[in-house]
């Protein structure tokens, strides 16, 4: 492959229930540690029906911000900046002119300012308050964790959110990657951010009935729904040509995004576009089905989600689909919604990168729906060419990333 | 028919996916296109207009044991309102 429009990843940040940094994200991820636990920050959890979620533990913004900066940055903006000023740091990056004006910052979030939004209904409807805080909407917009990482971090290239709920950090990060592949872009900064463990929240994803009541097991028998996670996920990203004259660091190369709707149900999981998404990041990679050793799941542990997944892995694989190892970091972040597709491309690089696949856990046996070699409950090496990263989200909205081993 | 079925069923006829004239007690909640996810509306509807809570989770609802039938959802709701009495 020529050198031209190759896009490279240099930098990685993140801020997770199993870490504030990517590398101790990681390191926990390889030991199959479980970041679910008691629901702590929701406003009276006691009268919650849902007792667990991942949250991200001990976060104090303080660290990270001057107390006066705060009235403006909700939790998710805040975990937003954090992860990507690790990300940018290891980069080694400097956005100095033109090149900040030639850099996008591409931000997946998929309900945006939660917590300023039930601090403030709770303001108004339960203590019967007559004001709000004033910063309340530009907290609570989706858009924030975006436009707010351009501010910290001098970014004045394209600036957007990109929402599709549990998708929007793989769209956000395919369209950055699409951008820098044609030139559109010199640099991104991209990712997703997600911080949706409150009260609110918490009882509309319980009215679905899809949660689990103990822990997230992707593909097992016996499991019982999906956990709610939260945190953040960015990478830089650039052109291979610019990365080798700074002398940067390589991380992993991207080489493909596939995008699909579903155009059926909202919340039925469809195997067609699910295909059709693994389909064309494959062929957007000029990769061959043989060419892919891992892929990080979708893999939420609902029933239908799972069942359907793999159907579509029989379906773009073939033969080759038992050969594939396939796992869900879920299992052990619960699901970031829009925050989510960049968790599992951070987990995807590095799995690549390192030979060695993260663990789904919980895992407590084969379902005969779910037929693959989803690498229970160990981590294991494993020599990856390339790998994909799915997002299938409500809404029918379908994307996945390609990614191979840089040399 | 006691007033519990009446009312389950005046529910499950607002929210039943196919063209159907009548619903009966003999009916499956899978032909009447009201399994997994798509039963949580019919289940909200009944909870508010009974004042209960039912037990459901759309991955673990097994058709053949649980609520198979819309009889079944009579049954499981007249039991709530009792032990609610």
Known sequence: MSDVNRVVVTGLGAVTPLGHTAATYWANLKQGVNGIGPIKLAATPEELTQKVAAEVKDFDPLKHFEERQLSTLDRVSQFAVVAAREAIAQAAITFDMPLSLRTATIIGTGVGGQTTLDESFRRIYLEKKSRVFPLTIPKLMVNAPASQISVFCGLRGASFAVASACASATHAIGLAFHMLHSGAVDCAVTGGAEACITFGTLRGWEAMRVMAPDTCRPFSIDRKGLVLGEGAAMLVLEPLERARARGAQILGEIVGFGMSADAADLTAPDQGGMTRAMEGALADGKLAVQNIQYINAHGTGTAANDATETQARHRVFGAHAGKLAVSSTKSMVGHALGAAGALEMVATLLAVREAIVPPTIGYLGPDPACDLDYVPNEARALTIGAALSNSFAFGGLNAVLAVKKFS | ?85
């Open chain 2, 1 to 85: 028919m006691s007033d519990v079925a009446s009312e389950v069923i005046a529910v499950i006829a607002k929210k039943k996916r196919v063209d159907k004239p009548n619903v009966e007690l003999s009916d499956r909640l899978d032909d009447l296109g009201l399994e997994s996810l798509n039963a949580v509306e019919m289940i909200f509807d009944l909870e508010e207009k009974f004042n209960i809570e039912i037990p459901y989770n759309a991955n673990t609802n097994n058709p053949s044991t649980e609520f198979g039938t819309v009889g079944d959802v009579v049954k499981a709701i007249q039991q709530l309102v009792d032990k609610k009495s």
